[in-house]
Every structure is written in structure tokens, then in C-alpha cells.
């Protein structure tokens, strides 16, 4: 198996909420848009999330409920400090709720903050000084 990830599909139990918040909160523009079930945002070359009913989740997992998402952040790296702290502005302003607030992280030399958004995701935010995408698309971190 190749070591690739190509799609995110994230549970989520208020579809419509998801929806507002990213597309019309922070501006992501939907790949695919099938309202009542999923929607397909590109988040980068060859990697797509999703954001599925949770209820259809469920049963495309072949139960009747759907799991909960639990120990997972999504990670948004910036330029810096600044860009922390709008990134995270922008997510409040869309119904998104800070839950640590942009500051020097304990954990190496990163600063970062953390939101919650509608559809109960964990996003972290952050300048990490040894993080960057090289030419060829690799990351690099260090």
C-alpha cells in the first residue's frame, strides 16, 4: 500500500451547520456539494475532506449510528504569530468555539490555538518554525 492519504471523512451530525461554517464562514469553496449527505472540500493536491451525514455515515459503516470524532485535531499551519491569531478570529466569527486561545505552545517552539467548529472537529492552528512544504510537495519537519 502506498503511503497516501486521499480522503478525510469526518461524521457529522449537523450537516447544514458544517456547511455555513466553512464555506460561508471561512470561504473554502465545496469540490462537491450533495445537500442531506456530504460535502467535498480539496484541501490539498490529491487529499479531499469530507464532511458526511452523520446518520448516513453510520449506515455506510454498516451500523445504525454514527462514531463520534475523539483524540483528533486538524492542523492548519501560518506564517506566524499574527496569522494565528486571525485564522482563529475568522473560525469564532463563524460559529466556531475557541478552546485555547492562540499562545506559545508547551510542546517545542510551535504557536498555536484550537477551535472547535460546528461539526465538533478540533482545529489547531498554528506557526510551527520547523514545519514547511518543500518544492516537490513533501513535508518537512524539523
Known amino acids: 500500500m502506498q503511503q497516501q492519504v486521499h480522503f478525510i471523512t ?6 447544514d451547520a458544517a ?3 466553512y464555506r460561508d464562514g471561512l470561504g ?4 462537491v456539494d450533495v445537500p442531506g449527505e456530504i ?6 493536491p ?4 469530507g464532511l458526511f451525514d452523520a446518520e448516513k455515515f453510520g449506515r ?3 451500523g445504525t449510528g454514527a462514531p463520534g470524532v475523539s483524540g483528533v485535531t486538524l492542523s492548519h499551519n501560518v506564517g506566524g504569530p499574527r496569522e494565528v491569531e486571525e485564522t482563529v478570529a475568522l473560525m469564532a466569527a463563524a460559529g466556531g468555539t475557541v478552546l485555547k486561545a492562540p499562545r506559545q505552545g508547551e510542546f517545542g517552539e510551535v504557536f ?3 477551535a472547535r ?4 472537529v478540533v482545529w489547531e492552528v498554528a506557526r510551527h518554525p520547523g514545519w514547511l512544504v518543500a518544492e516537490d510537495g513533501r513535508a518537512v519537519l524539523g
Open 28 to 31: 473554502w469553496e465545496p469540490l
Open 60 to 62: 455506510d459503516l454498516g
Open 19 to 21: 456547511r455555513r461554517f
Open 117 to 120: 467548529v460546528p461539526n465538533g
Open 46 to 49: 490529491g487529499t479531499v475532506l
Open 39 to 44: 460535502v467535498f472540500f480539496q484541501v490539498a
Open 10 to 15: 469526518l461524521a457529522t451530525a449537523d450537516l
Open 112 to 114: 498555536h490555538a484550537h
